[in-house]
């Protein structure tokens, strides 16, 4: 090394500077979507009573209900997840997983509760463990259940829904038992070819500090917020727009039901996070139908199956979804006849 050259380490000092830099961030972002939103909510309404068109109104009505109560626990959620991957290292997961994969896949599922993370966070984070050495069938159950059983989710599902922890208990169980049944169902029918290990460096991987705190934060609240947001115009226009003769058909029928909101998850592509208070607002369906639109969604969607024919290759996402989906859907109805 030359004489005249000077190494640049980061100080804790750094470190510290950055990680309240994103947290300001973040809430400056999350205050800024609510202000717009609220905004939106009151000019929305004179917009719609301007143009005598009374559906509008609704529409910013349910927009802005799920909205304004989804931010708080998006951003509380990407906040977790972001400290998660930049300062849990990997080798916190492995050291607790048991040897024999069919004993690891339960560990890791349950691991999920404790160690939250988004949906688009759990696909680097799955990749990066199977480098490290854990079981695929492992790292599969942790990849989906981190988004769908974290506190954070399992909070905003009681206060989307007062009163029904049943509802809060189905959730959790139906979720956690689609990722150890995938789980299972990998390591005993699942093929190498069909799973390609990321390369290294790709995503943001845990344990990197208070510079992947950082661009983990900015990363998930940006990405999941364009989701929510999305998400909730979408079952707004959906609750609006959709003649109450079509949803008569669906909602008479619990089979028909089901499948309807266990396909709309996969379209609407909503954070879990927030995926809560959409189901709540979709009160013409049963509760099991709505328990299969909050099990399905945070492993089963648009941006996940991309996200996972990137980083695993497309032969295992259509593949694993396709599965995950069946599973997922067959758990909630199972959980809904038992508890709800």
Excluded at 203 to 221: I, K, N, S, V
Excluded at 282 to 304: E, I, Q, Y
Aim: aromatic share 8%; hydrophobic share 60%.
């Amino acid at each position: 090394m030359g004489a005249g050259h000077v190494e640049n380490r980061p100080t804790v000092a750094d470190g510290i500077r950055l990680g309240l830099r994103a947290l300001v961030y973040a809430v400056l972002g999350g205050a800024a979507l609510i202000a717009v939103v609220t905004v939106v909510s009151v000019l929305g309404p004179m917009a719609a009573l301007d143009l005598y068109t009374p559906p509008v109104a609704a529409w910013w009505t349910v927009f802005t209900a799920i909205a304004v109560q989804g931010v708080p626990f998006l951003l509380l959620g990407t906040v977790v997840s972001a400290a998660i991957g930049a300062f849990v290292p990997q080798r916190v997961l492995t050291r607790l997983l048991p040897r024999r994969e069919a004993l690891a896949v339960p560990v890791a599922g349950a691991a999920g509760v404790v160690l939250p993370g988004c949906e688009c966070a759990s696909v680097p984070v799955a990749g990066s463990l199977m480098r490290r050495g854990v079981a695929p069938a492992a790292a599969l159950a942790f990849l989906l259940s981190a988004p769908a059983i974290n506190p954070v989710v399992l909070v905003a599902t009681s206060i989307a829904f007062p009163g029904q922890p049943a509802m809060v208990l189905g959730r959790l169980v139906a979720s956690l038992g689609t990722a150890v049944v995938m789980g299972w169902l990998w390591a005993r029918f699942g093929k190498e070819e069909w799973l390609r290990l990321p390369k290294r460096g790709g995503g943001h991987e845990p344990g990197g500090g208070a510079r992947a705190f950082a661009a983990g934060l900015q990363h998930d609240f940006l990405h999941a917020g364009g989701f929510l947001v999305v998400g909730a115009a979408a079952a707004a226009t959906f609750a609006v727009t959709v003649p109450r003769s079509v949803l008569d058909v669906f909602t008479a029928s619990p089979w028909l039901s089901v499948l309807l909101l266990a396909l709309l998850a996969v379209v609407l592509c909503v954070c879990s996070e927030a995926d809560a208070f959409v189901a709540a607002s979709l009160s013409g369906f049963s509760p099991t139908a709505r328990l299969a639109f909050m099990v399905v969604g945070p492993m089963v969607d648009l941006k996940l199956l991309a996200l996972q024919a990137g980083t695993f290759g497309r032969a295992f996402a259509v593949r694993f979804s396709a599965a995950t989906w069946v599973v997922a859907v067959g758990s909630s109805v199972l959980v809904g006849w038992w508890l709800l």
